[in-house]
């Protein structure tokens, strides 16, 4: 079972529509949870950054955190085209420093 | 602000010719990362550099993949021999320090394809 497990998707939604991305972890001793969107035949680009628990808001993404069921989700408000991406969530500890695991990743298509 | 660059972005050889691929980081970033994606998964680190030095490099199947940062700028990473299963895209990122939260900027990746 690998460390982190995300859905795999694919999701597809109209535009304007309320996204949730999630994924679950083993690892305890992750503090820092990331959120990365990939373009196609792009590198992946960090989208939302929490540390330990709790939301985070960055205008239409919300990042959320709980290390009690080692969930984390992403949200995506008023979904637009230009969401379109695969969005992957990655993980690390301060035990290992700079070393991210990261999910398998979900492919959104937002449709106008 | 130049991003990461990498070199080539794409390049097709037959198994068990060698290759290389190179990363220039983002100025001034001391950590520098190699990663592996396949098709429908996410990036599989290969090696990390603090500077100069290879501070995790236990993914990385050294029978055949060697990587180097001279000067702690500038890296390459080759496979020599390439075999059918190493298709996949190589990603070049780098951060500025260690830190678990420090955030790691990607270049857009090296699709290798071994015929």
């Known amino acids: 079972q690998k460390e982190v497990e995300q859905d795999p998707g694919p999701l597809s939604v109209p535009e304007g529509a309320i996204v949730s991305l999630n994924c679950t972890y083993s690892?305890?001793?992750?503090?820092?949870f990331m959120w990365y969107r990939q373009y196609s035949r792009k590198g992946p680009e960090l989208l939302m950054y929490?540390?330990?628990?709790g939301n985070k808001e960055d205008g239409r993404f919300t990042a959320q955190v709980d290390k009690s069921s080692k969930y984390i989700s992403l949200f995506i408000r008023d979904s637009q085209p230009s969401d379109s991406a695969t969005y992957l969530c990655?993980?690390?500890?301060?035990?290992?420093?700079?070393?991210?695991?990261f999910g398998d990743g979900t492919t959104l298509t937002v449709k106008p | 602000e130049a991003g990461v660059v990498q070199s080539p972005r794409y390049k097709i050889i037959e198994k068990k010719q060698p290759v290389a691929f190179w990363c220039n980081p983002i100025?001034?970033?001391?950590?520098l990362y190699w990663y592996l994606q396949n098709l429908g998964q996410g990036p599989e680190l290969l090696i990390r550099?603090?500077?100069?030095?290879?501070?995790?490099d236990s993914q990385l199947p050294k029978d055949r993949f060697s990587a180097e940062r001279l000067k702690g700028v500038d890296s390459t990473l080759k496979i020599q021999p390439a075999e059918l299963g190493d298709s996949a895209v190589y990603l070049c990122?780098?951060?500025?320090?260690?830190?678990?939260?420090?955030?790691?900027?990607f270049g857009p990746g090296t699709r290798l394809t071994v015929l």
């Open positions: 990122a780098s951060s500025f320090g260690l830190a678990g939260g420090d955030e790691q900027f």
């Open positions: 690892n305890s001793a992750f503090q820092y």
């Open positions: 929490t540390y330990s628990s």
């Open positions: 990655a993980m690390s500890a301060n035990t290992n420093a700079g070393k991210s695991t």
């Open positions: 100025s001034g970033h001391n950590t």
């Open positions: 550099y603090e500077n100069e030095e290879a501070v995790d």
